[in-house]
């Protein structure tokens, strides 16, 4: 595989006797047709990650056969300790493809899945309708479920790998599997619970990590904090620090004196904010079965009773109730630019990440943007306002992309590459529209 470079646009090539530019029309239209359909860079980069991701499934394969005939030669001579045969073919992949044995093991385990536990993955894998990080994380996420939640999930988490962005995909397998294994969140959250610690491990130049393992509300909940705390600080025009390194030492501040006296007035009094998403039938007495678990921004499902109890009044959480049969209209029109407190958290709420191809930047870190920019008539109202991170609203503004609405898809969004390539990003939720039937319209269902 190697790339030709194109000819010249305006190049043109003889006709039939041998006369340049007196070609008939139709046999121009056609060439400039076929010019158009012709691969370009891009496809035949394409065309290399889809070999590559094929050569990957291959070689796993393959490696999953070294396993077997190992496997094969010891019980032929007798050595029942297939610990150490399976150790000995890790070690000389390893030595022969010149990597660790860790980065080998994994080879191993991850062979041994695809082809002996998931075929429908690896014959996905195989065919570059995924890709290797797909298949990692899909054989990653679901070996551990009960049999019959795999034999119910799978089908439906191969069809997601086909279709998304590794990301995107990773966060909706995600909650797929909480769903469905949502009767027994309770249980495991609370056992879960209890494995709660602190651990510290050194690094080097007199540095050390501090890593806690707490619940994911509680976590979010710091995070939010520190980063809004940094960003204050970061205005300060003295201010040289990362935000990273302040947030690292607002947190010493926090956990060391106890109070954030050094700090500017303008962060103290910063309190963490978390919106929590629950099914509002799940808040009633005798609640039935089979809901959809409560959703944390920028964590994912959480027990009900978890968020029960903080829908029950708690501060500083954002309380979103959410029911199939709700619609609503939010517009200010073009009375504002910048939208209303509500307006903007629900424009975060439906989209979770910001808006833009892959991108897994939590909504909260991303800027609001129009759609239809304000300059061109666009108006500040649900179905005209993204979140977008600050680098991917520089890129929709001076990068050569259109962005544009997919009709009748409750807020999903459609980017056009400077290519004329198409990528359709879906908000994370859906907010129905209650729309006034006409006389005439056809009936809504």
Same mark, same amino acid.
């Given at each position: ?6 000819p ?29 359909d012709a691969?370009d ?8 990650a ?10 796993l ?30 070690l000389?992949i ?17 062979g041994?899945?695809?082809v ?12 570059a ?20 939640? %795999? #034999?119910? /999930?799978?089908p &439906? ?5 086909? +279709?998304?962005?590794? !990301?995107?995909?990773?966060r909706? *397998? ?7 294994r ?19 491990q050194?690094?080097?130049d ?17 995070w ?5 705390m ?22 010493a ?7 954030t ?19 509002? %039938? #799940?808040? /009633?007495?005798? &609640?039935?079965?089979?809901l959809?678990? +409560?959703?944390?921004? !920028?964590?994912?499902p959480?027990? *009900? ?6 829908a029950?009044?708690a ?14 209209v939010l ?6 630019y ?7 958290r629900?424009v ?5 990440r910001c ?6 930047i ?16 666009g ?8 979140p ?20 009748g ?7 056009i590459?400077?290519t ?18 006409r ?7």
């Open positions: 595989m190697f790339f030709d470079p194109a010249p646009a305006d190049s043109q090539g003889p006709s039939a006797d041998g006369a340049v530019g007196d070609e008939p029309p139709e046999i121009v239209a056609a060439r400039e047709r076929a010019a158009f691969p860079t891009l496809d035949h980069l394409i065309e290399i889809d070999m590559v991701t094929m050569q990957a499934a291959q070689r394969i393959g490696v999953n056969v070294l396993r077997r005939e190992a496997m094969a030669d010891a019980a032929r001579h007798g050595r029942t300790l297939t610990g150490v045969a399976e150790r000995s073919v890790r000389e390893a030595a022969a493809l010149r990597i660790t044995e860790n980065e080998a093991a994994a080879m191993l385990a991850l041994e899945a695809l002996e536990r998931f075929p429908t993955v690896l014959d996905s894998f195989a065919s309708r995924m890709t290797e990080r797909h298949a990692r994380f899909l054989v990653d996420a679901v070996q551990i479920l009960e049999p019959e939640l %795999l #034999a119910q /999930i799978l &439906a988490a191969i069809e997601l790998a086909e +279709a998304q962005p590794v !990301g995107v995909f990773r909706r *397998l995600r909650a797929l599997i909480e769903t469905v949502a009767t027994t969140f309770t249980e495991r959250y609370v056992e879960a619970v209890q494995r709660r610690r602190v651990a510290l050194p690094d080097h007199a540095m050390t990590w501090v890593m806690t393992l707490m619940p994911a509300v509680e976590a979010q909940a710091i939010e904090r520190v980063t809004r940094a960003k204050v600080i970061l205005t300060d025009a003295g201010e040289t620090r990362t935000l990273d390194q302040v947030r690292a030492d607002v947190i501040d926090l956990l060391i004196e106890g109070d006296a050094l700090h500017p007035p303008d962060a103290r009094g910063i309190r963490a904010t978390v919106a929590v998403t629950v099914p509002v %039938l #799940a808040l /009633i007495d005798g &609640a039935p079965d089979g959809e678990p +409560a959703v944390t921004e !920028g964590i994912g959480i027990p *009900l009773e978890r968020a029960r109890e903080l029950g009044g501060e500083g959480w954002m309380r979103i109730l959410t029911h199939p049969e709700t619609g609503m517009s200010v029109g073009r009375d504002l910048r939208p209303p407190p509500g307006l903007r629900l975060r709420w439906r989209a979770d808006m833009a191809p892959g991108c897994g939590p909504a909260s870190r991303c800027e609001i943007d129009h759609r239809v920019a304000w300059e061109h008539g108006e500040t109202r649900l179905d005209n306002l993204n977008l991170c600050k680098g991917h609203h520089t890129l929709k503004h001076h990068g050569g992309w259109t962005v544009q609405d997919v009709a898809s409750f807020g999903a969004v459609e980017w590459s400077p004329g390539r198409r990528y359709v990003v879906e908000p994370e939720r859906r907010v129905p529209v209650f729309r006034v039937q006389e005439g319209d056809p009936p809504p269902f």
